[in-house]
């Protein structure tokens, strides 16, 4: 592989009882009835309450290539779908946001490598254990654009403990507005384009904690994810603070039923560049809690864990990225980079 596509699709109600199910199920059919030879090679459905109260259901779709993505927009009829102001006034909100790494640009690592997450599923074998890791900045040694690269974002200030630190944003829109307008309450412009961003580093770190014993589940819900919790929102709610522009905690959900009962969560973070995510990793109080904690978890049940932890980390030129929101509100996702 060259590089990969993570294409998050998604339908926004102003609340969880405004969601009526024709959005996702609108999203499902351009990936699952696509002709077979383009269809994803894998993709699941999670959803998110943000932090406006708003209900966000997406399609999380991962393909081996930008030209087999590319094919798939066409032959799927998703591409014209998309572009068509039917999507302008429908009473909720849409949006598409792809990340499109170069493999220089992108890593992954498991605690178990027997259960493939995201786009762990297109591998064919998984490495042996890993020397880069369990140390801080380990992430940037596991980058092989960051060995000859520092991987600045834009207007990189001298934020954190390194040179390497988090930028500021720029306030420029793209795309169109065309008078549409919907139900959402403080929703943008009916369509709305954010440019890429040099060096933007995203994160999806998961846990899976469905396949635990009764007494590491006990531990893990009343220690673990009361403090993951509070990180993500700290991210969510203030993270702007520290170069992130954007995080949500969403829950993998049932493909069917698109109930939050799998037991798997995930956190999807924007940050302004690497450094700006290796800042609050390393220095921030909430990372530091979620950090100790799991060391008090695993001592606790002497090293042998069920708990499956994965991450992705992602950082792209700003032709590697695509966002566009139709009728969505203005904290969503990479809207909030367009803030002053």
């Known amino acids: 592989m060259n590089n990969l596509v993570l294409a998050i699709l998604g339908a926004q109600y102003s609340s969880p009882s405004a969601n009526n199910g024709e959005g996702i199920a609108t999203l499902k059919r ?14 699941e459905v999670c959803s998110v309450t943000d932090k406006k109260g708003a209900f966000n259901i997406a399609v999380y779709a991962y393909w081996p290539s930008v ?9 799927s009829g998703f591409g014209a779908w998309w572009q068509s102001a039917d999507r302008e006034g429908e009473g909720h909100g849409w949006y598409q946001e792809v990340l499109s790494p ?26 042996g254990a890993m020397e880069e890791h369990g140390y801080w900045g380990s992430a940037r040694d596991r980058l092989a654009a960051a060995q000859d690269d520092e991987l600045k974002g834009e207007n990189a200030s001298n934020k954190g403990t390194n040179d390497h630190a988090s930028g500021g944003t720029d306030g420029h829109t793209n795309g169109h507005t065309n008078g549409h307008t919907n139900e959402m309450p403080n ?67 049932d493909t069917k039923t698109h109930e939050a009962d799998c037991e798997r969560t995930f956190g999807l973070g924007y940050f302004e560049d690497l450094a700006a ?47 566009e929101y139709v009728g969505c509100h203005p904290d969503t996702g990479m ?3 367009l803030k002053a």
């Open 67 to 75: 030209d087999a993505h590319k094919r798939w927009e066409a032959e």
């Open 30 to 43: 351009f990936v699952s009835e696509a002709p077979e030879a383009v269809r994803p090679s894998f993709w």
């Open 187 to 253: 929703s943008t412009p009916a369509r709305v384009r954010v440019p890429g961003k040099k060096n933007l580093c995203v994160i999806r770190s998961g846990q899976d904690w469905s396949n635990t014993l009764p007494e590491e589940r006990k531990l893990y819900v009343e220690t673990m994810h009361p403090v993951l919790t509070k990180g993500m929102s700290f991210l969510r709610d203030e993270g702007r603070s520290i170069g992130c522009h954007a995080m949500n905690l969403w829950d993998v959900v």
């Open 102 to 127: 170069t493999m220089d640009r992108f890593e992954t690592v498991f605690s178990n490598n027997e259960a493939p997450e995201g786009a762990a599923n297109m591998q064919d074998h998984v490495s």
């Open 277 to 323: 995510l290796e800042y609050w990793s390393k220095s921030h109080q909430t990372h530091v809690d979620i950090f100790g904690g799991f060391m008090m978890y695993v001592k606790s049940l002497n090293f042998n864990i069920s708990l499956k932890l994965y991450h992705e980390v992602y950082v792209l030129d700003a032709g590697q990225q695509f966002f």
């Open 335 to 337: 809207l909030c980079a």
